[in-house]
T-cell receptor, first 113, second 117 residues
Framework: GENVEQHPSTLSVQEGDSAVIKCTYS??????FPWYKQELGKRPQLIID?????GEKKDQRIAVTLNKTAKHFSLHITETQPEDSAVYFC????????????FGTGTKLQVIP | GAVVSQHPSWVICKSGTSVKIECRSL??????MFWYRQFPKQSLMLMAT?????????EQGVEKDKFLINHASLTLSTLTVTSAHPEDSSFYIC?????????????FGEGSWLTVV
């Protein structure tokens, strides 16, 4: 099955700085990579995703890059704001299809005002 | 967008009792739903795949007799934690996806906090 590793586990940045979270995956057949933001006690919320036919996708302050050869993908948040503070999870399709995913271990992001 | 609803959002039960958590897809039919478990400060771990009209498929290490899954209709899956123990206390969350053609987005329920005392 898919194995997803995520780094760093914690990340503190000053407000306005950029934050980068990196993930690697093991299954070269994986073709869909979502990123989720989870606030304490709440469901994960999809913030951006990328499919394997593109190398980069951007949505305002959030971007994701994908390197299929190296099997890694990264989340980039620019101009961070205190409300960006949360736990972020990367994910990749688990064995058996697109409907279920294997999550990374999570990154707790703290944006310091 | 599609909505997946989960109930209850939190529950406290005594050791040895059973507790049922429901997951509903509100505006689409889901032949397959998924159950995850999340311990504090940890990631979400896939527990099982709930299949409408057939047996659930459990991930390695998940006890099927302890975590009973029933998917009796196209919009409802239930997870029953049987003979609950304090170590079963966790955040349980379900997910489902609309049929292909409505996108590949995965929708999560609100989650259910289980505390076993």
């Amino acid at each position: 099955g898919e194995n997803v590793e995520q780094h760093p586990s914690t990340l503190s940045v000053q407000e306005g700085d950029s934050a980068v979270i990196k993930c690697t995956y093991s299954d070269s057949a994986s073709n869909y990579f979502p990123w989720y933001k989870q606030e304490l006690g709440k469901r994960p919320q999809l913030i951006i995703d990328i499919r394997s036919n593109v190398g980069e996708k951007k949505d305002q302050r959030i971007a994701v890059t994908l390197n299929k050869t190296a099997k890694h993908f990264s989340l980039h948040i620019t101009e961070t704001q205190p409300e960006d503070s949360a736990v972020y999870f990367c994910a990749a399709p688990a064995a058996g299809g697109y409907q279920k995913v294997t999550f990374g271990t999570g990154t707790k992001l703290q944006v310091i005002p | 967008g599609a909505v997946v609803s989960q109930h209850p959002s939190w529950v406290i039960c005594k050791s040895g009792t059973s507790v049922k958590i429901e997951c509903r897809s509100l505006d689409f039919q889901a032949t397959t739903m998924f159950w995850y478990r999340q311990f504090p400060k940890q990631s979400l771990m896939l527990m099982a795949t709930s299949n409408e009209g057939s047996k659930a498929t459990y991930e390695q290490g998940v006890e099927k007799d302890k975590f009973l899954i029933n998917h009796a209709s196209l919009t409802l899956s239930t997870l029953t934690v049987t003979s609950a123990h304090p170590e079963d206390s966790s955040f349980y969350i379900c997910s489902a996806s609309p049929p292909r053609g409505r996108g590949n987005t995965i929708y999560f329920g609100e989650g259910s906090w289980l505390t076993v005392v």
